[in-house]
Every structure is written in C-alpha cells, then in structure tokens.
C-alpha cells in the first residue's frame, strides 16, 4: 500500500509540477507582452515630451511677437494722437488767419462803390472745409510720390 501511496503522491507533483511549467509559459507570455508595452508607452511619452517642447517654444515666440506688436502699436498711437493734436491746432490756426484776411480784404475793398452794383460775394470757407480740401490735396500729393518713388 505504500508503493501505491508513494505513487500517487509523485503522480501528484508530477502533475502540478506541468500545471507549473504550463502557469509560467503563461506569465513569459504575458510579460513579453507587457515589455512590448512598456516600449510603445515610453515611445508615446517621448513624442508628447517632443511636441510638448515643440508647442512652449511656439508659444515662447507668440508671446515675444505680441509684446513686440503691442509695443510698436503703442508708439503708433503715441504718434497719431500727436499728429491730431497738432493738425487741430493747425486747423483752428488757419480759421483765425482765414478770418483775420477776410477782415483786411473787407476793409481794403472801396467803400463808395455801390453794394446793389456789386455781385453777390460768395461765402468764406469755414475751417472744416478749409481742412478738408487740405486733406484732399496732401492725399493727392501722397499719392503722387508713391507713383514717383514706385516708378
């Protein structure tokens, strides 16, 4: 009776023993699989490091060239309401000279000549449409030596 208990004992291990061996094949396999893995996640992170790197430089540059902008379009501003300031004081300027010549050709003109004689007088040209003729002519004047420089 030993011999049979001895027997089927090693029957047994013999058969956990391949159970084993079968249950290890099993785990290389899924650990082959898991390495493979692992090399295509550590291949994936590297890419969003690199686009990662790739996107803070770009924006690194945006924010340069919007500092860049914002500077250049301050003094831009600066200048254009420098521009206006001046061209309103030029403006009112030609008004008060515009006025002032018309008070001397008033007074310079005879007095003994008849006012039912004389044609109608056409009326003095107010600052408004003096600064837009003016506007007119330096645009036309602009565009002259754009055509020059351009040729």
């Known amino acids: 009776m030993t011999h049979v208990f001895g027997f089927a004992i090693e029957s047994m291990v013999a058969v956990l023993l391949l159970l084993t061996i079968l249950y290890?094949?099993?785990?290389?396999?899924?650990?082959?699989?898991?390495?493979?893995?692992?090399?295509?996640?550590?291949?994936?992170?590297g890419e969003l490091v690199t686009a990662t790197e790739i996107a803070e430089r770009a924006i690194a540059g945006l924010k340069v060239t919007a500092s860049t902008t914002d500077q250049t379009l301050g003094q831009q501003l600066a200048k254009a309401d420098m521009y206006s300031t001046a061209l309103a004081k030029q403006i009112e300027a030609a008004d008060v000279l515009m006025?002032?010549?018309?008070?001397?050709?008033?007074?310079?003109?005879?007095?003994?000549?008849?006012?039912?004689?004389?044609?109608?007088?056409?009326?003095?040209?107010?600052?408004?449409?003096?600064?837009?003729?003016?506007?007119?002519?330096?645009?036309?004047?602009?565009?002259?030596?754009?055509?020059?420089?351009?040729?």
């Open 99 to 151: 006025r002032k010549l018309a008070g001397i050709v008033a007074v310079s003109r005879p007095a003994a000549a008849a006012p039912a004689a004389q044609p109608q007088q056409p009326a003095m040209p107010d600052a408004n449409s003096m600064a837009a003729a003016a506007a007119a002519f330096a645009e036309r004047a602009r565009l002259r030596l754009a055509t020059g420089k351009a040729a």
């Open 24 to 45: 290890c094949v099993r785990l290389n396999k899924q650990l082959l699989r898991l390495k493979a893995d692992e090399q295509s996640l550590r291949a994936t992170i």
